[in-house]
């Protein structure tokens, strides 16, 4: 076990964990961020994707030891209730069935739309494609992340 | 640690003590007789004593308050049954406010979701909750004012009396309302009426979901909770023949190790360190059983259907005459594998044993069962367990059996300690309950002019039950008919999959009639028209689904894709009625370079009046690219006895790119609504698979699609 300084969501919060504990599991167990989920635990489905310095990472198969100074974000940090404009297409279009895939979902979306701001359809299907929904809300996805893309105007 | 805890018991309690000077009304929504209505007193709710299974209170401030007993699993239900109830109050929707209720046996009779049954069970009584309160409202007002009810309207939770131009609010009504007794009978609305119901309306959880809220089991953190896994057996028809722990007990922040029936339990202070150290267990198992593999199942599939003996299901007039006398006689064989269900949260379960009673937390189809079934395993009364209902993150069925809850509360038992079990994706995969694996035999006789005059269906399935549903179309159609099944019984699990049997048998079936059509010279659509022309002029047996309706929705679909006239397209067609929904399916199918590549799939859908667009729709669509995507690529095999396929490195799921359009159309009927949960789930395989077959000529008759042999050298393509 070690002490592990992390910046999340701007706010500085320590971990005394194991070196090898996946971020996810340091986000639920030890700082009651529950809104990142676990699937899979092989970074294969995406809901428990998070920012590591802005790019979407898959916060299962992250060491806690690996992060360092990077700053991360998750779903609780993307915004001030739900106001980031990909959280807002996702309630105007009705995404959500299920909601458990969501939170990676809408941090895939965020990540791509901050490195990409006007995607082509290629691109948006490119950067989703790797986010699991069992649901099948993936029509919704697609109709979401464009109309996000177009509140960033 | 944070601690979180859903709504129910407490929200409960709060809204009872908020609306002391409001109107409470408790109703049943799921008792077998109609019924009962009661204007309640907060006081004697809040001590348990009122024998309703549903409440709607309205506050003085105007807030209105539904209680939905039933699992949300993505189906929608939370947002639609307060829809219906919201419709004949004439309530402002923007203040109906929804609350997820806890477990009571007592008051919620039909607590589950499962079955696609939920709307059609609850629509009558939805409705009649709304219409008492209305009425109350209204006779409030009237009383107020000393005017004659009639001559009162209500919108958007106001009542008006236009004549003098005097509103009032349901909340400074609500008092006064609640001093009023019940009508008899009270008048519900004329559908044409409807101003929310048929209108598009958001899940009322998005919020929560968008922002990352603790809704689900996963999610249920308590001080001083302990977190455990349990290693079950890795192979079916195995058992532990010895544990050496010693090396997981004594890894970091590990607090037990216990064995109980075939589980070695690990319990410690986090998931990681409780993981980790169930990796240093050293078990032996030793044979219990048939130890099987997908080898296995293949001989014995073609050996049972061979078998003289089998279960008939039905049988109408003389088969075997008509398969003596045939002009043309077409022949064809399906198979299924087993598959998991998948629900992206994966099973877990939060259990406190105490000396004083059981605390139940977490995600369940059938909260009911959960708590019987733990109150059995105890040897304690039902009434010792309170069950409080998390969000579910997808079931499919899984979560209908009760064994992942049983396994906490026995762990916590043993260990006195509150506990979470969590399951991996690999013990979720690996760990049974599957879709059963089936294979079907069907034959067809036709006479010369291209009439069927013969049907038999026998099915094979592993631990399936009935793997026929004996009653379907085309039964009652066909002359001589004979529907049999046999089941090997196996120590691989199996359970309800969404849409149960006929997730499978529909695909079975409807390229089967495909083929037959082919063999009969004749349009598939208008095949299956034909036959169910005759079915109505001269039915043969019992006839258990709705003619007109099956027409209906082959009709429209064959309207809306334009069937017979896309040129360039291939397309296939399919229908199924299932779960007191019917729904036909047109894929379009073109070549690309050389690859079929599936463009559009067309769902023409008749579930009576549909309450809530938004939900009905995207119900469709995902039913379609659960459907599709099964058919397509999930497979999963067995090797001694164990699971291949254990994570979505090795297991496929349907991903974005793959699915192509889909575009719902609902029939426009008026008829009370059915379920949408499952229905159009079984069409989808067999319209994709025929409309392949016109594309490339090959017939595919097993799942997954992608490898089958006669898909070699077919490159499936992606949509772009």
Known sequence: MATYKLKINGKALEADVDADTPLLWVLRDNLGLLG?????????????????????????????????????????????????????????????????????????????????????????????????CRCGTYHRIREAVTLASNKMK | MSTHTTTSRRNFLKISGTITSGLLLGFNMSETEAGGLSIIDPENLAAGEIPFNSYLSISPDGLITIFSPNPEVGQNIKTSFPMIVAEELDADWARVHVVQAALDTKKYERQLTGGSGAIPHSWERLRKAGATARYLLTEAAAKRWGVPASSLTTEKSVVTHSETNRSLGYGELAAE??????????????????????????????????????????????EGMLFAMIQRPVAFGTKIKSVDAAAAKAMPGITDVVTFKNNVAVVGKSTWQVNKARKALKIEYEPDGAIESTADHDRLFKELLDKPEATQRRKDGDVEAAFKSAAKVVRSEFQCPFLPHNPMEPMNFFAHVREDGVELVGPTQTPDLARNETAKLLGIAPDKITLELTRLGGGFGRRL???????????????????????????????GSYRPAVRYRFEASLDASGNMTGYRLRGVGINAGNSTREDNFPSGAVDNLLIESIEHKSPITTGAWRAPITNFLAFAEQSFLDEVALAAGQDPVQFRLKLLDRAKTSPVGAIKYDIDRMKGVIQLAADKSGWGTRKGLSQGFSVYFSHRSYVAQVADVEMKQGKPVIQKIHAAVDCGIVVNQSGARQQVRGGVVDGMGHAMFSNLTFKDGAAEQRNFNAFRLIRLKEVPEVDVHFVDNGIDPTGLGEPALPPTGAAVSNAIFKATGKRLRSQPFVLQEELKGVKLGERM
Not at chain 1, 92 to 115: F, H, N, R, S, W
């Open chain 2, 401 to 431: 059996k009760a064994d992942y809850v049983l396994e906490a509360a026995e762990l916590s038992s043993i260990i006195k300690a509150p506990v979470k079990v969590i399951w991996t994706r690999e013990d979720d995969m690996g760990g």
């Open chain 1, 36 to 132: 990142t989920k676990f699937g899979c635990g092989i970074a294969q489905c995406g809901a428990c994707t998070v920012h590591l310095n802005g790019a979407a990472v898959r916060a299962c198969t992250l060491p806690v030891s690996a992060i360092g100074a990077a700053a991360i974000t998750t779903i609780e940090g993307l915004s001030e209730g739900g106001t980031h404009p990909v959280q807002q297409a996702w309630t105007e279009v009705d995404v959500p069935q299920c909601g458990y895939c969501q939170a990676g979902q809408i941090m895939t979306a965020a990540a791509l739309l901050a490195k990409t701001p006007k995607p082509t359809s290629k691109q948006i299907d490119d950067a989703m494609h790797p986010n699991l």
């Open chain 2, 177 to 222: 309302a609640a001093a009023l007794s019940i009508p008899a009978e009270v008048k519900l609305k004329d559908k044409k009426d409807f101003k929310l119901i048929g209108t598009a309306v958001r899940n009322v959880d998005n919020q929560d979901i968008i922002t990352g809220k603790p809704i689900f089991g996963m999610d249920f953190y308590r």
